[in-house]
């Protein structure tokens, strides 16, 4: 039971994506009917500039945490890594918006830096390495999900904090899977915020 209470809160905080009531209330849109479609915080730096991708990533990020610090309150490093992945689901298939989120970025950077420091040290590294060479974020996302456990691995991580990170990257990447296409096919665009 107490698992299961877990899931729902993490589920329902990961649910809260900032994205959608940002563009809704601030920019007077619906950032998934414009850009990419996606409800996440490239998407709202492409459509409404570098300050609304910011403050989507900053709150995406510190709903992860306080979903991952109240598992922890309740059971341990097990219901850590439990709300963690419960959060990066609720915040890909968000129940308060008919299931149409984000591709689980901005959570799994902030599961990164609650498995530590140097974890999220290591994939902000490689996701503006490889961003800022290639030009593609979706390539710097997908490059700094899969570091995620490696990152967590050589750090020492407890295993169900492994788990996570497993479960996060293979999340994140099926959830870039029209991206994925697109980098093979070389049809896969350039990002741009707006000015």
């Known amino acids: 039971m107490t698992y299961i209470i877990i899931v729902l809160i993490a589920y329902l905080l990961g649910s809260f994506c900032a994205s959608i009531p940002l563009s809704k209330h601030v920019y007077g ?7 990419s479609g996606n409800a996440g915080a490239t998407n709202m730096a492409r ?8 403050a989507t990533f900053v709150l995406d990020a510190v ?10 309150a309740i059971a341990g490093e097990a219901g850590k890594a439990l709300a963690g992945a419960a959060c990066i689901v609720g915040h890909c298939w968000p129940v308060y918006f008919s299931f149409r989120g984000g591709k689980g970025v901005s959570v799994g950077a902030a599961i990164g830096l609650m498995t530590g420091l140097p974890v999220f040290a290591a994939i ?43 479960f996060s990257v293979l999340l994140v990447i099926f959830m870039h899977r029209s991206n994925i296409r697109r980098l093979i096919s070389g049809t896969e665009g350039d990002f741009h915020a707006k000015k």
């Open 47 to 54: 459509v409404y500039g570098m300050k609304a991708g910011i």
């Open 29 to 35: 849109g619906d950032v998934r009917e414009n850009g």
């Open 63 to 72: 709903k992860t945490a306080a979903a991952m610090l109240i598992g922890a």
């Open 124 to 166: 902000i590294a490689v996701f503006f390495a490889v961003s800022l060479s290639t030009h593609k974020v979706s390539l710097g996302s997908i490059s700094a999900a899969a570091s995620l456990p490696i990152a967590a691995w050589l750090t020492n991580a407890d295993t169900p904090m492994l788990l996570m990170c497993a």
